[in-house]
Structures are given as C-alpha cells and as structure tokens.
C-alpha cells in the first residue's frame, strides 16, 4: 500500500491512501468503515497495531471496490513524512561514494555506522523547488532509500528491526558542499566536520516522498534498484544492496543512542556518483529526478 500526505485548492495536508491512481482520504475510509483515524500520517503512523489492523481493513474495502477517492491529478503530493519527529542520515554507507571521496573503501568488520540528523524545517516533496541558498554555490544530490519507522523502540536486535519498519520512500539528501563566508577565519580542528554538517541543513535539503510504500510491498529494500537523473543525464545508478550496514543494521545501532518512534526517518546513505567528484554541482534550472525500484520517483526543479 501507498501511503500519501496531499492537498487540494480546497483543503490543507491530509493523509491519504494511493489506489490505482486515486488518491483515498485516510480520515474519510476509516469513517466509512467505522474506524477513528487522524488526517497526519504521522499520528496514524503512531496509533502503532492500530495503524496497521487499519491498513489491513482500508485494503479489503478497496479490493471491494467500497471505498471512493478523486484522481491523483487533481491533487498536489507533499512529502510522504512533512515534518519527521528524526530525520537520521547514515553518511558513508556505500563503498562506491567513500572511495570517490577519499580513494579506497572500508571493510564493514573495522568500523561503525556513522550517522547525523537533519531539521525538518529541510524537507519538502517532489515537485517542489530545491533552493540554492546564498552560503553556497557547491549544491550537491545524493539518491538514498530511507526507511520509516512504524513502532516506538529502544535497543532494538537486528533481528527485530523489520518488526520495528513502517515502509519506505525515496528521499534525496542535498548539500552545500562548501560554505561562504568563512575566509576570515583562523582554522580550528573539526572545522571542515562542521562545515559539511551545516551545509545538510538548509532549507529545502531533504525531499522526502512521492509516498510512503508499506513494509508488505518492499519486504527486501537491499534488492531495490536505485538511480538519479539531473536534466535526464543519469549521474547515480546502483542497487540498494550495495549499502555497508542494513536497514536492520542500521536501525539496532541508531536505537543504542536514541528512542526511536514512528514517524521517524532513518535514511541509509548513498552510492557513488555524487556532483562532488566531477565538480558537477546542480545549478538553477536543473530537473533532479531520484528514482527507487517499486517506490517511485521524486522530481524537483533547482531554483
């Protein structure tokens, strides 16, 4: 199942369920069938057991042809998660983009996951803009599949991990690769650390959706086929089984630090093939086009 948050000239964000090209308001089917549910997918991601025993019904009256929606044309998609309680980025997760970066890969057996948070305030969905800010002109892409976390939970074992998923999406962690404005200064160690977390953070810097796709539909998110596209011209192309660490993986260790809870967006990484080894960065006008196998496709212009 697809899972969206959309609105209309007539109506704010509101959850929905995509079917066949039609958009089904969440809060409305559970009417129909009895059920409170909220209109945020995040407080429905958070109703937990619930959520999904509400999935399972929303599906057969579908399969029943019972329940009505209006035409994904007539409506504009926001991001799937608009405002993740954690946005949580592994960096360096594919041996392919490290090498690229620093000239050889790492064996998984000598190191950990690394990983940093992202603002809400970044995110945005496909068809918006992705803004150059003025700090920057070294605007850089990276095509990642993220994974969103469906149950609250704490020191969670690998083994358990998938228990603790929602679904996934497609999600697009943009970056100003190299500041203004910090010519002045007398260097200090962790300077150029710090410099690469800011230049995560800005305004418009993680696109997140078209959809959130339940767990049932992607149970093996290492298989999926990933690739982006920047004015069509394929920059990125790899397959999610190229990660270093797991989604589980992923989620065991993060889950050491912090509680995790529904909403909630782990995204893992990605391949090689970014603009900061060719210089290529993204510039106004450019169409960015991030693409997962069976999750879908964000499109956004750089303004």
Known sequence: ???????????????????????????????ELGIDLPDDLVRFLALEARANDALVRIADALAAGKLRGVPLAAVTLGPAI??????????????????????????KAEVTP?????????????????????????????????????????????????????????????????????????????????DWLVGKWCDTFAVVGPWLVTRDEAPDPGALEMSLRVNGELRQHSSAGEMIFTVPEAIAWISRYLTLEPGDLICMGTPGGVGETTQNYLRSGDVVEGTIERLGTITNIVA
């Open 1 to 31: 199942m697809r899972l969206v948050s959309y609105h209309t000239a007539e109506q704010p964000v509101r959850a929905g369920v995509l079917h066949d090209e039609t958009v089904i308001d969440l809060q409305g089917a559970g009417e």
């Open 114 to 194: 690394r990983f940093f948070i992202k603002p809400s305030t970044a995110v945005i969905g496909t068809g918006a803009a992705i803004t150059i800010p003025p700090v920057s002109d070294t605007i850089d892409y990276e095509i990642e599949i993220a994974a969103v976390i469906g149950q609250r939970g704490r020191d969670i074992a690998v083994h358990d991990a998938a228990d603790f998923i929602a679904g996934y999406l497609v999600f697009n962690d943009i970056s100003a690769r190299h500041l203004k404005g910090m010519e002045h200064r007398v260097t200090r160690p962790m300077d150029d650390y710090f």
């Open 82 to 107: 608009a405002r993740p309680g954690k946005l949580l980025c592994l960096a360096g997760n594919y041996n392919a983009h490290i090498a690229e970066a620093v000239g050889k890969g790492v064996y």
